[in-house]
């Protein structure tokens, strides 16, 4: 899918900015004058490291900070990468470090301040304040809504301002100059993870919570804003420095008060720059990162071959210095982000070939993607999908369903049970996820530790949730004829009691239709009576004064069939997949919806049986005359039916049809390949699928077994692998 890439203007400065971190290293301007060097390396270059720390918030920390159903496991893997990255830059500067003595008096306190805040060489700083401030808000979010944290995110800046540029004023107060002196025998600076790395984390959240108004006749006047916004901002602060620099004010020149518009400024004009159509922007952030590790070496290394070769340009003219470091820097980014990009798309592929050895579900990311699109575009603007990823998302796959809908911004799930949730939870997928069953009581913490939305299946179990006294999120199920689950229509006084519960949040109502499938009249004037039966509970709820939580009825069927019942929500489940329950009703929408899964295995081995013998368990099979079998991988422990056995079931094999022979076993099938030429050990078999100009459709099963599509897809075994095969390439 082509997608434009939003993000290109924030990609385009990632190099850029990393070289501005180099000039503050190398002082490029110094050979002209103080001024030149203190304008472009301690006032413009202060732009780059707040820039990173802005993509941090808006792509890392955004979600977790502002949404409660936010998982930590986004945070986890982020700060582990970090750590890496760290770890890796202290050894390559432990030699240098020791060669220059930076450890001959190292204490254990001093080592503290070195690896927590300094850095473990003069640049690495950066790793530890990415760490240190992320724990800090994320320890902030138990106490703080988000706001709360942007003002403290604020009062710690401006309480690093006056360690940093602002020190002379800071110094004047007695009190204030003893306690900033304490400060600093534990960090040498203030502008570190503790005071500034949180407030441009933030800055980047909230660039994150925009609305993108790219497409929208207003970019351009956007654009201009942000640009003027930006040069009169960077202006104000050009003077801010200029003055406090001017009155010596300075201990450190890191940090302004107007160095916080400045970047959100001119973050917003790079996210308000041209579009480029989408690239993976993986080259950008490895190379920059990777110049950001090695400059240092880079200028180390100058210095020696200058010192050894007694050509002193690159030592004692700083432009030189810089544009060699910057030169070379890049060039060595560049190949290591090569090699890198090599050796990951290798493993890449290693992987997914492992996972293609036995039995295995593709899923078709494009596919699902178009469904998406095409469900959107049938619901209102004001009603969500909720997608039902139940059943390991109909035998799909939960969390690689639920990751790809993750991203193309689905917020909201709905699956059967707790423990679902709780995988996909675990899995760090975030959004709403609806419990649409009946949760055990011995399960509530379950509910509570992993933010999943409970069904209020009838006022006996709203008794029940009432027990348990903690606050819970839940969704009151209300029963309009399908005698399934949820309170009936007619008891108002009950739903109304369960609104009352005062340990009950309810976030929903909703509703089930039981037939909903175009099948004539009978079945539409049902359907009609059962939303007239919800929106009398909905009138009763307003005539008694209750504010109305978010409502939903249709799933798959009611959304095609019934779209003026549309909600807040839709539960759309087997559509998404690209298929509905029948061949049938499938056809009517071909067009519009593309499967997602296809099934397929391996053939284990060929042979040859002669006429009289028979193959499989039992002797419900005897062949006729000489023929060639081939077992397959794949019983119905993996989800293929037993029922298919003794050719009333077929897979295809190099684009021809295998019929079944004998009894399906557990683990597998053996299938008539004598028409096919050539099939050999490891050729691939499809069971659901395309193979050449054929295809079997999850639609054929389920006619052949007389049940509906949803079945044979959600037993579709824990053993196949899911593969995902297109890319439906989105940023995380
Ligand atoms: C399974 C389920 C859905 C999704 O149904 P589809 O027909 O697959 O779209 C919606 N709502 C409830 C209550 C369900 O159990």
Redesign the pocket.
């Known amino acids: 899918m082509q997608e434009k890439n939003r993000y290109a203007g924030i990609d385009a400065f990632r190099i850029p900015a990393a070289i501005l971190v180099v000039a503050i290293h190398t002082s490029p301007f110094a050979v002209f004058s103080d001024s030149a060097d203190f304008f472009l390396t301690r006032v413009l270059a202060r732009i780059a490291v707040p820039f990173f720390f802005m993509i941090t918030g808006q792509f890392v920390l955004s979600d977790y900070l502002t949404e409660t159903w936010e998982p930590f496991v986004k945070i986890g893997k982020y700060l582990k990468k970090m750590l890496v990255f760290y770890g890796i830059s202290i050894l390559l500067y432990l030699p240098i470090g020791i060669y220059a003595g930076h450890y001959k008096n190292l204490t254990i306190p001093l080592l503290f301040k070195m690896i927590v805040f300094d850095g473990t060489f003069y640049h690495l700083w950066y790793f530890p304040a990415c760490m240190v401030g992320i724990l800090l808000l994320c320890l902030l979010k138990r106490f703080f809504t988000i706001r709360g944290m942007y003002a403290a995110a604020g009062l710690l800046y401006a309480a690093g301002l006056f360690g940093d540029s602002y020190y002379g004023l800071a110094e004047k107060i007695p009190a204030a100059a003893s306690i900033y002196e304490a400060g600093f025998s534990i960090w040498s600076y203030t502008r570190n993870g503790l005071f500034m790395a949180p407030v441009f984390f933030l800055c980047g959240v909230y660039a994150g919570r925009c609305k993108s108004c790219i497409g929208s006749k207003k970019v351009r006047k956007k654009r201009f804003c942000a640009c003027l916004c930006f040069a009169v901002s960077f202006l104000l602060m050009t003077a801010e420095a200029f003055t406090l620099r001017y009155f010596d004010m300075q201990r450190h020149d890191s940090m302004y008060a107007l160095l916080i518009p400045v970047v959100i400024f001119f973050y917003q004009m790079l996210l308000l720059g041209p579009c480029r159509k989408e690239k993976d922007s993986w080259m950008e952030r490895t190379v920059s990162l990777v110049i950001y590790i090695i400059h240092p070496a880079i200028i180390v290394a100058l210095r020696l071959a200058a010192k050894v070769s007694g050509f002193s340009a690159p030592a004692e003219n700083s432009l030189v210095q810089f544009a060699l470091t910057a030169v070379l820097s890049y060039a060595a980014a560049y190949v290591i982000a090569v090699i890198l990009r090599r050796i990951r798309q290798s493993r890449e592929r290693k992987k997914q070939e492992m996972l293609k050895s036995r039995t295995w579900v593709e899923i078709d990311s494009d596919a699902l993607g178009n469904n998406v699109k095409f469900i959107r575009n049938i619901l209102p603007e004001n009603c969500k999908l909720m997608p039902?990823v139940?059943a390991n998302a109909y035998g799909h796959g939960d969390v690689k369903i639920a990751s790809c809908l993750r991203r193309m911004g689905v917020d909201a799930f709905?699956v059967a049970c707790v423990n679902e949730g709780v995988r996909l939870r675990r899995a760090g997928i975030g959004g709403e996820i609806l419990v649409?069953g009946y949760t055990h009581p011995v399960q509530f913490d379950l509910l509570r530790r992993y933010c999943l939305s409970q069904t209020v299946v009838d006022s006996a179990y709203a008794k029940q949730l009432q027990l348990y006294g903690k606050k819970l999120h839940v969704h009151i199920g209300i029963d309009t004829g399908m005698h399934r689950l949820g309170e009936r229509w007619e008891n108002t006084e009950e739903i109304l009691q369960i609104f009352r519960i005062k340990n009950l949040i309810v976030d929903g109502i909703y509703t089930?239709l039981s037939a909903d499938e175009e099948k004539g009249e009978a079945n539409r004037q049902f359907t009609m009576s059962q939303a007239a039966h919800f929106s009398m509970v909905l009138d009763e709820l307003k005539e008694h004064g209750i504010r109305q939580p978010k409502v939903h009825m249709q799933?798959?069927?009611g959304v095609f069939n019934y779209p003026a019942l549309c909600g807040d929500y839709a539960?759309?489940?087997?559509?998404l997949y690209g298929v509905l329950s029948t061949g049938e009703d499938t056809a009517e929408w071909r067009e519009a919806l593309k499967p997602v899964l296809s099934l397929k295995t391996r053939v284990a081995s060929v042979r040859e049986i002669y006429a009289g013998e028979t193959a499989g368990y039992g002797f419900s099979f005897t062949a006729k005359r000489t023929m060639k079998i081939a077992a397959l991988s794949i019983g119905y422990a993996d989800g293929f039916p037993r029922m298919l056995s003794n050719g009333k079931g077929a897979v295809l094999i190099r684009g021809s049809i295998a019929p079944v022979v004998g009894m399906v076993c557990m683990d597998q099938t053996l299938v008539d390949v004598t028409e096919i030429a050539d099939v050999c050990t490891g050729d691939v078999a499809v069971v659901i699928g395309i193979s050449q100009e054929k295809e079997i459709s999850v639609c054929d099963l389920a006619q052949r077994l007389g049940t509906i599509t949803?079945e044979i897809l959600s037993r579709i075994g824990e053993r196949a692998e899911r593969v995902t095969i297109n890319g439906f390439r989105c940023r995380n």
């Open positions: 039902a139940k709905c649409l089930h799933a798959s069927y539960r759309v489940g087997i559509a949803n």
